[in-house]
């Protein structure tokens, strides 16, 4: 089951008109248009039961065409002199990874329920990959502020974000047709149909921040502070969704931390540079893996392997 493959065949064309216009004498520049993305995906595997010369296995196939068009819009005001108000919305696609793609699948095949009628006792039962799976999407809105300063000797802005997960990729339960597929004893079981975890498109969630950056040079401060300069950075990130399902429990997204912040001194003058930085990230979600194979379906659910990493600070120079 851990031999398949998966082919994305992807078309993209965009229409994009550029903006340069006024607004109440204030310059207003950007472009607003859309891409039209078709899809064509396939998998190949193999359903497989057992090992060594127990070992048997079923070809599997599948896959879907789909299109999707994502319109966006960015807009950057000037209302003063080296200041901008920069706005962007837009629909953003990620495609899923191959290995939820995947068609290949275990399967199960529990003799003793061969005479079952009743799908909760099916003897079938499987794990694998859906081929059919679409990418994740969102609906995004950004705002920032920037101020360059003189001589392009720094800037300081602040941005906000809000984007809405139209979709999120979690395992769930599904009924598969197991006909034809081969029985571990022989016998020929009344149901052909049994519960298969797969990964399913569902509901999203939302995840929305802020951020703080200044970059500054010290000759704007002080001729004597010539060479050297700072740069700061901080940021603040919310998110909520629904990992194990539409009915279940919400959680952060994983590897996102709600805090980081860094901040970089540096000299530079005369062909010579020293820089030291400071990077700092709270806690976070994290698939932590211990001893034995790694699970590679990932956060299939709330005790599923991932555990609160703890806050980190990185420093470095050079």
Known sequence: ANRWNVTEKITRG?????????IGGMPVTGNIGAQVIHADQESKGNSAIGTGSGLQAVAVSGGA????????????FKPAER???RFGVARQIA?????????ARNFGYNASLSNSTSLDQSPWSGDGGNPKLKPWKSDSIDVSIEKYFKNNKGYVSLAGYHKKL?????????????SGYPTTDGSSPVLHQGSTTTPVNGSGGTVQGVEFTLSLQGELLSNALRGFGIVLNGAYTDSNVKPWGPTGASAPL????????????FYEKGGFSIRVSERYR?????????FG??????????????????????????
């Open 166 to 178: 139209l979709s999120y990729i979690y395992e769930q339960t599904d009924l598969v047709d197991f």
């Open 83 to 85: 200041t901008y108000i």
């Open 65 to 76: 065409k789909y299109t999707d068009v994502a319109p966006s819009l960015n807009l950057n």
């Open 14 to 22: 965009y229409l994009q008109f550029d903006i340069d216009t006024k």
């Open 254 to 265: 994983p590897n996102l931390s709600r805090k980081a912040a860094n901040i970089t001194l």
């Open 282 to 290: 709270s806690d976070y979600r994290a698939y932590i893996t211990n």
């Open 95 to 103: 495609r899923p990874r191959m290995f939820d793609m995947r068609a």
């Open 293 to 318: 194979a790694p699970n590679f379906k990932g956060d299939v659910n709330s005790g599923g392997g991932f555990s609160t990493s703890q806050a980190e600070k990185v420093i470095d120079g050079q």
